[in-house]
């Protein structure tokens, strides 16, 4: 009796083991077909980004298209051009031009694109003096704001000796 029931236990876990090596076994080829599904819409993706690189090559150069493709490739110039506009802010906010040719940030000081090598232009000042007052508002000169209206007065440090000497001397005045 003994020896039968230790039978049917061994028996049962064969089966069990049988049963869990075909799940294992179709899981790992159910998870290699999947890895398979993700590599081929990876490819796929990129077949299509290619071909609409293609096409927009073909819509910037003037070629004929269809309305509908030639409405895409006019929404991405208009969003190319925003990503330049917003690229040039940044690149203006952390003392930067933006090279014409890569559009890489470059420090304003520099004359030639560390990334592709392009001459960088010579950036404009960002505040023109002839601009800062229009002459309606400059009238006779009498209220116009100079240079020496910036200058920065030293700062005086005032020590508690200091102190007790001006209040002593205020008290003297004033008796």
Same mark, same amino acid.
């Given at each position: 009796?003994?020896?039968?029931?230790?039978?049917?236990?061994?028996?049962?876990?064969?089966?069990?083991?049988?049963?869990?090596?075909?799940? &294992? /076994?179709?899981?790992? !080829? =159910?998870?290699?077909? *999947?890895?398979? @599904?993700?590599?081929?819409?990876? $490819?796929?993706?990129?077949?299509?980004?290619?071909?609409?690189?293609?096409?927009?090559?073909?819509?910037?150069?003037?070629?004929?298209?269809?309305?509908?493709?030639?409405?895409?490739?006019?929404?991405? &110039? /208009?969003?190319?051009? !925003? =990503?330049?506009?917003? *690229?040039?802010? @940044?690149?203006?906010?952390?003392? $930067?031009?933006?090279?014409?040719?890569?559009?890489?940030?470059?420090?304003?000081?520099?004359?030639?694109?560390?990334?592709?090598?392009?001459?960088?232009?010579?950036?404009?000042?960002?505040?023109?003096?002839?601009?800062?007052?229009?002459?309606?508002?400059?009238?006779?000169?009498?209220?116009?704001?100079?240079?020496?209206?910036?200058?920065?007065?030293?700062?005086?440090?005032?020590?508690?000796?200091?102190?007790?000497?001006?209040?002593?001397?205020?008290?003297?005045?004033?008796?």
């Amino acid at each position: 009796m003994l020896q039968e029931l230790l039978e049917n236990v061994g028996k049962n876990i064969s089966e069990t083991a049988e049963t869990l090596g075909k799940r &294992t /076994e179709r899981v790992v !080829e =159910i998870q290699k077909l *999947k890895n398979q @599904i993700r590599t081929a819409n990876r $490819e796929i993706a990129q077949n299509y980004e290619e071909l609409g690189e293609m096409l927009y090559r073909k819509y910037q150069t003037g070629e004929t298209m269809d309305p509908q493709i030639t409405a895409i490739c006019e929404d991405i &110039t /208009e969003l190319k051009a !925003e =990503i330049a506009s917003y *690229k040039d802010e @940044i690149s203006k906010y952390r003392g $930067e031009s933006v090279c014409p040719e890569c559009g890489a940030a470059v420090p304003d000081e520099a004359a030639f694109c560390m990334k592709c090598g392009t001459r960088m232009p010579v950036r404009e000042a960002d505040f023109d003096e002839e601009d800062a007052v229009p002459d309606e508002v400059a009238g006779d000169g009498e209220d116009m704001v100079s240079e020496a209206d910036f200058v920065e007065e030293p700062e005086v440090t005032v020590t508690a000796d200091a102190k007790e000497a001006a209040e002593t001397e205020k008290t003297t005045e004033e008796a």
